[in-house]
């Protein structure tokens, strides 16, 4: 069985174990920064298996666009809290999950694990294929995120955030973990690989510069991972761009800094 993961933009990655494939985060929308186009980017493109949903913020769970996804039945596990705007969306089947809560894919067992951010998150543990992969979100780098290492001694894929989001008007508040926090995280988790995500977000020029600002780049939580978990291989995808995870020795990251 196979795992292959391949980055959309932004948080949202596909996941396909073995013919068995989960999206998460789901966003589709052109705004704020987000000029790429590619056909997994379509809201019809893949996610048979389900889709995740870490947290409500648009840029994570865009439902308006996911409705013209053409199965309506594909399940949906998502935070607690948003199954409301998921049915809305016309989607029925809908689980919400907190922390150490679990669902079954078909195979595939989805554990929701905690996260902090600026409103209520989960990130998941997802098991299938005889791998283990832990999706970040866009949590900060909280202590209870340790209790992933000891639940799971073995994560073969870490998908972690590394932009370090802050919010200007609320004292620069941080609600994202750094690239560099994100290289510690991946070392307390001994993860296999690691692909940096959650880094292809802005509010534009002029919100940017009153609204939010950032505190990572891939390339950082690459450069990170060399001292703060050696034993990590670091891979920067584009959007689109497939990534064998089983078993595999992944190249070096490519030259060309990818988004
Ligand atoms: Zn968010």
Request: net charge positive; hydrophobic share 40%.
């Amino acid at each position: 069985m196979t795992l292959t993961v391949t980055r959309v933009p932004h948080a949202c990655v596909l996941l396909d174990f073995g013919g068995r494939v989960l999206r998460t985060d789901p966003w589709f929308s052109e705004r704020s920064g987000y000029t790429g186009v590619s056909r997994w980017c379509s809201p019809r493109g893949p996610g048979r298996a389900g889709v995740l949903v870490s947290h409500g913020h648009y840029d994570h769970f865009d439902p308006v666009a996911f409705a013209a996804y053409p199965d309506h039945a594909v399940p949906f596990i998502v935070k607690r809290g948003l199954a409301a705007r998921a049915r809305k969306a016309g989607f029925g089947n809908v689980t919400e999950v907190d922390p150490w809560e679990r669902a079954d894919l078909g195979g595939l067992r989805v554990t929701a694990a905690p996260a902090r951010h600026s409103v209520p998150e989960v990130s998941f543990i997802i098991e299938g294929s005889g791998q283990v992969v832990f999706f970040g979100g866009d949590t900060l780098r909280i202590a209870e995120l340790d209790e992933v290492a000891r639940r799971y001694p073995r994560i073969d894929l870490a998908l972690l955030p590394v932009n370090g989001l802050a919010i200007r008007p609320a004292f620069n508040r941080q609600i994202v973990m750094t690239a560099e926090e994100a290289a510690e995280l991946a070392g307390v988790l001994h993860a296999r690989i690691a692909v940096p995500i959650h880094y292809r977000f802005t509010a534009g020029p002029l919100r940017d510069r009153v609204l939010l600002k950032y505190d990572g780049t891939p390339e950082r939580f690459a450069a990170a991972l060399q001292s703060a978990a050696p034993a990590t291989r670091v891979r920067i995808l584009e959007p689109g761009e497939p990534l064998a995870v089983n078993g595999a020795t992944p190249a070096p990251p490519p030259d060309s800094p990818g988004r």
